[in-house]
């Protein structure tokens, strides 16, 4: 597997690695790496996602969490398939600049490979330059971010429900001694 494609600047990653991991927390990325929500520029353009990108967002969460659990990563940070669903939709509104079109079809390539499908040799890119990789990783990181406070309010919301599940369910057993 091609190294490159979960690229992250390797910044103090001794001080970022917990080094007694909660099961509770590695449980919820497994799961959030299937479940999560797929975090897409707001736009009207959001549902034409294609398939393959969005068949390609679990897998390569799945493969960033074992990368990072492995140490291979100093950090969880979002996917390059993550990345190109949130331009995407973000490239049918309006012309990017020329930083986030060589970004953007990095990604396209980075796909591509990953799935098997050749790319038009005038659109290869192997690599980016220091300066749009840090965007991108900027980028990623972001959307990991959003991911996991998505997720957070998602559990939020389920135990809030079962806790009025639970009232409900009382009030219904216990006879009401007194009533205003």
């Known amino acids: 597997m091609n190294k490159k494609l979960f690229d992250v600047p390797a910044e103090d990653s001794e001080a970022q690695k917990p080094t007694v991991r909660n099961p509770e927390d590695e449980i919820s990325e497994i799961v959030g790496a299937i479940t999560d929500p797929i975090i897409a520029w707001p736009s009207s353009w959001m ?28 950090r969880r940070t979002g996917t390059d398939a993550e990345a190109l669903a949130y331009m ?25 490979k990953s799935t098997g499908t050749e790319f038009p040799d005038d659109m290869k890119m192997e690599s980016l330059p220091k300066y749009l990789q840090d965007k991108l990783d900027h980028l990623k990181h972001w959307i990991y971010e959003k991911r996991i406070a998505a997720r957070r309010d998602r559990d939020a919301q389920n135990r809030k429900a079962q806790k009025e599940e ?6 219904k057993i216990q006879p009401t001694l007194f009533e205003f």
Do not use: C, F, H, S
Not at 52 to 72: A, C, T
């Open 166 to 171: 639970k009232k409900v369910e009382l009030q």
């Open 47 to 74: 549902d034409t996602i294609p398939e393959k990108v969005k068949e390609q967002i679990p897998i390569q969460r799945l493969l960033m969490n074992m990368m990072y659990l492995n140490g291979q990563i100093p």
């Open 88 to 112: 995407y939709p973000r490239t049918l509104e309006a012309p990017m600049d020329r930083d986030w079109v060589d970004i953007y079809v990095y990604l396209g390539n980075q796909l591509a």
